[in-house]
């Protein structure tokens, strides 16, 4: 049917969808297991696996210099997480002190965490090490169907004049999913605010491009409201500490929870996470136990409203406890220009002044009115997986299923349940299928945990061989040497 | 590595059973304190290292434990390393009041040397190169099987 309508289908046994960290990674995976390029190919839209990634850390105040909330042995590029970031940089700054750090944390110290820079520069080294680019194909994906006899088919569309058709086809026996996050979605007073007085500078998101409100706040004294208590509120807020110091600016910060943490918050001692002024404080965003410790293992077992309570339990919006993010705070708080205040908005408006007001109502009754120039909404919602067309599509036609927390239901080998089609199998990774056997799918390890359990799986199907230590120790020797896999 | 408890117990035996044992055999020839002959010392070191792993057992048990405490359920990499002074003050004494009569008497110098480098080469190994040949360990809690 595909030919008879005179679209072009080219066969390829192993097709990743998305093109960032999560297909990378396991293409990495599966060509140290011995793959070769031309069984595998990576539709994306975007030219490099980490771009949509340094987009969002840029935006939301992690410049390439700057540290990332990430483990040091959580290396996207490096599928053994030897040696870690750490010792990397400690050699090459020749900078002892990070290995120190390494050692007291995260008692003495914060944890250590990685430069972005180091991250994307060592995703560039891996990708061209494993030949990333001959196996990318530009296009957008539409839609990934079951095909009869076995496997799949996936639609895309090419860029305009890369193909002579509208759209091509890849006939291929496993299709991964990871598309990464469907969406931003806006807190609902905000996105009425900006539908309804199509102001799109004064009220924005963290993730998108908002350089505008720093630059405002050096040109005359202003306020801004941040909205989340998130990591992301904690970026936004030091870069309003740090530009306040540099520039000498009068900025004032009024900074709204809608769960204001005043301390130890949990059920009993033995799930009790830190808190205070707000914020819920963890490492990592998630217990450091979920990549491979007692979390990863209870989660395993766990099904329906038992695993949906594990992951609320476990959940939350929380940040760090950063050494420096405490003192900047504490400076606000006692200069009085960083006020934190609990409360849920009920609505936002312009003042004639071109200003603009919320209505924030307490938990204790109380209705506070701050005034602002801008609101940085901090609050990371993610729209609905069913916003992305190809998961839309897969829950509607595809035998896909929704996991007790509403996003995509895997199996501990992150097949996607229900899709399965003759001998072919469809997997997803990443934020999608958050909610499932594993938690932490949304960070560089999880989508490494993920990728392992897909290529054990190849395994088992005869796809590629298992990887033993032998394997695995020479590989690793040609990852120190950069030389091809 | 974050371990579980099952993890926690494979992880001490088989570093044990590798890294202690490739140790004791560089190390015995060259520890202080002794005069006896190098196949008594190897004989003696081993054994030290079946009574760790035996001990450790029981260890484990306390440090998983101990752990239940911590909301992130980690075990952080200072708490490896350090957790040789408990470990090895406790053999220590009970080697010299002879509650472990199995090993012949031990001058402070020998037992301190041997079990120090013991324990740092397992730590180290621990916390990077295990990672090389055994790409699944550091997920499943560091079970080797």
């Known amino acids: 049917m595909v030919a008879a309508a005179g679209i072009p289908m080219y066969d390829v046994p192993f097709l990743t969808v998305g093109g960032g960290i999560g297909s990378f990674v396991t293409l990495d995976y599966l060509r140290i297991y011995g793959v070769p390029t031309e069984q595998m190919k990576v539709v994306s839209n975007i030219d490099h696996p980490w771009q949509t990634y340094e987009f969002l850390t840029r935006c939301s105040q992690i410049p390439r210099s700057e540290r990332i909330r990430s483990d040091s042995s959580s290396r996207p590029d490096n599928i053994w997480g030897f040696p870690s970031y750490a010792l990397e940089e400690a050699w090459k700054d020749k900078n002892p002190v990070y290995l120190w750090q390494l050692f007291t944390e995260p008692i003495l110290n914060d944890y250590w965490t990685p430069r972005a820079g180091t991250v994307f520069e060592n995703l560039e080294r891996e990708a061209k090490r494993i030949r990333y680019w001959d196996m990318l194909v530009k296009g957008q994906v539409r839609m990934v169907r079951k095909r009869n006899g076995g496997g799949y088919f996936t639609v895309v569309t090419p860029p305009e004049g890369a193909a002579p058709t509208k759209r091509i086809v890849f006939r291929s026996r496993f299709v991964h999913i990871a598309v990464g996050y469907p969406g931003l979605k806006f807190l609902p007073d905000l996105q009425e605010f900006r539908t309804k007085y199509s102001d799109y500078q004064h009220v924005v998101n963290a993730y998108e491009p908002h350089e505008q409100v720093y630059e405002f706040l050096k040109t005359r004294p202003g306020t801004v409201v941040i909205r989340g208590g998130g990591i992301v509120a904690s970026r936004v807020l030091q870069r309003l500490f740090d530009d306040r110091e540099k520039y000498g600016l009068k900025t004032q910060i009024i900074h709204i929870f809608r769960t204001f943490v005043t301390g130890s918050h949990g059920p009993h001692i033995w799930a009790r996470r830190k808190g205070g002024d707000g914020w819920a404080y963890q490492g990592f965003n998630y217990p450091k136990s979920v990549w491979g410790g007692q979390l990863k293992a209870e989660m395993r077992k766990l099904e329906g409203a038992e695993r949906a309570a594990k992951y609320k339990e476990m959940g939350g919006t929380n940040t760090p406890k950063r050494r420096r993010w405490q003192e900047q705070m504490r400076a606000g708080r006692a200069g009085g220009y960083y006020h934190a205040v609990q409360g849920t908005v009920d609505r936002v408006e312009p003042t004639p002044d071109g200003r603009l007001v919320s209505y924030v109502r307490s938990n204790d009754g109380i209705v506070r009115e701050p005034v602002a120039d801008y609101i940085i909404d901090c609050t990371g919602l993610e729209a609905d997986i069913a916003e992305h067309r190809v998961f839309a599509d897969l829950l509607q036609h595809g035998g896909a299923y929704r996991n007790p927390v509403g996003r995509l239901e895997v199996e501990r080998h992150f097949e996607v349940k229900g899709t399965a089609s003759g001998d072919g199998a469809l997997y997803a990774s990443g934020s999608a299928t958050l909610g499932g056997y594993f938690p932490g799918v949304d960070t560089f390890l999880g989508l490494q945990i993920a990728a392992q359990e897909i290529a054990d799986d190849l395994a088992r199907r005869g796809f590629v061989r298992k990887m033993g230590p032998l394997r695995s120790t020479a590989q690793w020797f040609k990852w120190a040497f950069n030389s091809p896999v | ?145």
């Open chain 2, 1 to 145: 590595m974050v371990p579980t408890l099952i993890g926690r117990i494979q992880t001490r035996l088989f570093l044990l059973a590798t890294v202690g044992v490739v140790m004791t055999l560089l190390v015995m020839p060259l520890v202080p304190g002794t005069g006896a002959p190098l196949g008594d010392r190897y004989v003696t070191g081993l054994l030290v290292l079946v009574a760790v792993g035996a001990l450790g057992i029981g260890w484990e048990l306390l440090y998983h434990f101990l752990m239940q405490f911590r909301w992130e359920k980690d075990w952080p990499t200072s708490f490896g390393l350090l957790t040789l002074v408990p470990e090895g003050l406790l053999l220590y004494f009970l080697l010299r009041s002879g509650a472990v009569d199995f090993i012949d008497p031990i001058s402070p110098a020998t037992f301190w040397t041997h079990f120090t480098v013991v324990w740092v080469s397992m730590w180290l190994v621990a916390n990077g190169p295990m990672r090389v040949p055994f790409i699944r360990w550091r997920f499943r809690g560091g079970r080797i099987l």
